[in-house]
């Protein structure tokens, strides 16, 4: 089991780039999650998911896009990117039945540097 | 509403000697509280989770924690530091939300350990 793994590990693009961070999980997880965390802070929600082809916004999602089209993989698009979204980024996955109480698994992030 | 006060920033001490790590929670339901430690460059691993089960928590490497409701703390403890303990170290409530965990995490407590 790999568990969940993200590439790229770090990246740098320049402002009003695009780029797609990957992650894949192997535990045939139902729920996915994207977190950003700045520094000395805690992580924040970006978006999440409960199954292939449902996604929804978390905290912080703005200029941010997500798609899941296999339980796998739950790629995070930036479209636009901005220096306010240089950022660490966590993708984790949970089974999704015991909800507020389960154990989320992360993967080990892309830093992502925007100048 | 859910929130979490990690009440140091940073905790310093010897190899061999205590740790504490303080947490306090805030939660309008009955919590699942976490501790998540996050190595230089690395992603985030559970340390150790209560679930309203024991409310002394066992963990790995030798942590862990008490949940007291009266005093609304989940601090994190290990009798004997070692080298590899330093790390940033999370504390996380999740409470009963519709369609997905919430996880609320603290701002982080850095552990550093001298010989």
């Known amino acids: 089991n790999a568990g969940v793994t993200q590439t790229p590990k770090f990246r740098i693009l320049k402002i009003g780039q695009s780029m797609t961070l990957q992650c894949t999980q192997d535990m045939n997880h139902n729920y996915m999650y994207w977190y950003r965390q700045d520094p000395g802070m805690g992580l924040k929600l970006i978006y999440y998911?409960?199954?292939?082809?449902?996604?929804d916004k978390g905290e912080v999602p703005n200029g941010y896009n997500v798609s899941r089209s296999t339980t796998e993989d739950f790629p995070l698009r930036l479209e636009l990117a901005a220096p306010s979204q240089t950022s660490v980024y966590f993708c984790?996955?949970?089974?999704?039945?015991?909800?507020?109480?389960?154990?989320?698994?992360f993967g080990p992030g892309t830093r992502l540097l925007v100048l | 509403a859910q929130s979490v006060t990690q009440l140091d920033s940073h905790v310093s001490v010897s190899e061999g000697t205590p740790v504490l790590l303080r947490c306090n929670y805030s939660s309008s339901y009955s919590p699942s509280l976490f501790w998540y430690v996050q190595h230089p460059n690395k992603g985030l691993q559970l340390l150790l989770k209560?679930?309203?089960?024991?409310?002394l928590v066992k963990g790995i490497n030798g942590f862990e924690a008490e949940f007291k409701k009266s005093e609304t703390s989940f601090h994190l403890t290990k009798p004997s530091a070692h080298m590899s303990d330093a790390a940033e170290y999370f504390c996380v409530v999740s409470a009963p939300n519709t369609g997905f965990q919430k996880l609320v995490f603290g701002t982080g407590t850095r552990l550093l350990v001298s010989p």
């Open positions: 998911s409960v199954g292939a082809g449902i996604t």
């Open positions: 209560y679930t309203s089960a024991a409310t």
């Open positions: 984790a996955s949970s089974v999704g039945l015991h909800t507020y109480q389960e154990t989320q698994y």
